[in-house]
């Protein structure tokens, strides 16, 4: 066993978790650098706040391994392991006051009176929340709650911190004030941070590692931008949304692209050179992102048309900077083009027209198969 380098670094090597007969993490391994700002992001279920758990120490792993900063922490209770947890509902004690609850920690670490309260007052200025240190946490607003909770966990000088859900009781708001609150607060402290969500923009938003997850599977851990921009399976790409996922059978290959026949007939020219090689008759799956796509007004007149999808206006949603417009037909799934927004007002389109939405060979990003079995 590696000696504890101090560090925030957490591995997670081969981890599985059963509940009885449901396996909640299958198998996990990931590799969280230090001062990272880590999301692990998937549907309720899917067994992010299982991770987090077994990291902390509230739950063991079936089998496998965790380490922090290089030490393997199977047999450390959580206030040993260096981490701090903060929960989705805060847990403040209601009968303490803010400077009492954010200095509670060090209390049971026996740390002596003073210097709690001074580093329960370095903490609260940390968190923007000095002027409210004696009022009691039922005087306190929803986002001041989370504020003081932030610092009670950040008191014990932690190298990791763990967020279950931190913003997902605020309101929208709030919400997007405390996000970059937290993203400050990670670059200011530069220790690690791991923050369970089930929502893609925050995850986009905060993250320098997002961690897709799938029914106890990792589906993908890359930046954020390579999650968005290059989803690695039809999972990923759903769930990020800004993505169309169209499948077709592959009839032939010529010089740099493959042809496909989609399920309803529809003809795609796919690029021949990333990924894995492809065999005639595969289903092959991919992407194209809904700003990339264009929509001319005309229809094709019942050809198929290489990388055109015909389909009806089925909803047509403003969105400040584009037009979201939702195709009927189109596809075997959900169909969407995000337009900019002069594009649309140039042309706009209404419910019930019909319309071509067509991309270039270059515009097409293929797609692994999902790890989790059956999602497809
Ligand atoms: P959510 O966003 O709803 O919290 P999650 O992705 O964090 O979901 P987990 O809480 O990790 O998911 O749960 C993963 C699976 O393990 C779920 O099916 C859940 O019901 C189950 N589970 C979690 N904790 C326990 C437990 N203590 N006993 C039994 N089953 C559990």
């Known amino acids: 066993m590696a000696d504890n380098d101090g560090s925030g670094r957490i591995e997670i090597q081969n981890v599985t978790k059963r509940f009885g007969s449901l396996l909640a993490v299958d198998d996990v391994s990931l590799e969280i650098p230090h001062g990272s700002y880590c999301c692990l992001l998937g549907p309720s279920g899917c067994g992010k706040t299982t991770i987090l758990r077994m990291i902390a120490g509230h739950e063991t792993p079936t089998s496998g391994a965790i380490t922090i900063g290089g030490q393997d922490v199977g047999g450390l209770p959580p206030v040993r392991r260096g981490t701090a947890l903060m929960f989705q509902s805060y847990a403040l004690f209601p009968h303490l006051t803010v400077r009492d609850n954010v200095a509670f920690n060090l209390k049971m670490r026996g740390v002596a009176k003073e210097e709690r309260a001074s580093r329960a007052d370095e903490m609260l200025a940390l968190v923007h929340m ?3 240190a004696d009022r009691m946490p039922a005087q306190l607003s929803g ?3 989370q504020r003081v909770a932030l610092a009670r966990a950040l008191i014990t000088n932690p190298r990791v911190l763990l967020l279950d859900e931190p913003l997902s009781a605020l309101d929208e708001f709030l919400r997007l004030k405390m996000r970059s609150e937290l993203k400050r607060l990670q670059a200011d402290l530069g220790i690690t941070f791991i923050h369970v969500t089930h929502t893609q923009p925050e995850a986009i938003a905060l993250a320098d590692l997002v961690v897709v997850m799938n029914q106890g599977i990792i589906e993908q ?3 954020a931008r390579d999650v968005y921009a290059f989803p690695r399976s039809p999972y990923v790409a759903r769930f990020m949304a800004g993505h169309n996922v169209l499948h ?3 009839l032939a290959s010529v010089a740099e692209t493959h042809l496909l026949e989609g399920p309803t007939g529809a003809r795609y020219r796919i690029p021949a050179t990333a990924g894995t090689p492809r065999r005639t008759g595969e289903q092959v799956f991919f992407s194209v992102r809904r700003d990339l796509i264009r929509l001319t007004r005309e229809e094709t007149g019942g050809e198929a048309v290489e990388n055109a999808l015909q389909g009806t206006v089925e909803a047509v949603e403003y969105q400040g900077t584009y037009v979201k417009v939702t195709l009927a037909g189109a596809s075997d799934e959900e169909f969407i083009v995000n337009e900019p927004e002069h594009a649309y007002f140039t042309h706009p389109v ?3 027209d019909t319309v071509v939405a067509s991309w270039g060979v ?5 797609l ?3 790890r989790a079995a059956g999602t497809k």
């Open 368 to 370: 692994e198969e999902d």
């Open 248 to 250: 077709g059978r592959l």
């Open 350 to 352: 209404h419910r019930g």
């Open 221 to 223: 851990a890359a930046s």
């Open 362 to 366: 270059e515009d097409v990003h293929l």
């Open 130 to 132: 000095t002027p409210f």
């Open 143 to 145: 986002g001041q709650q």
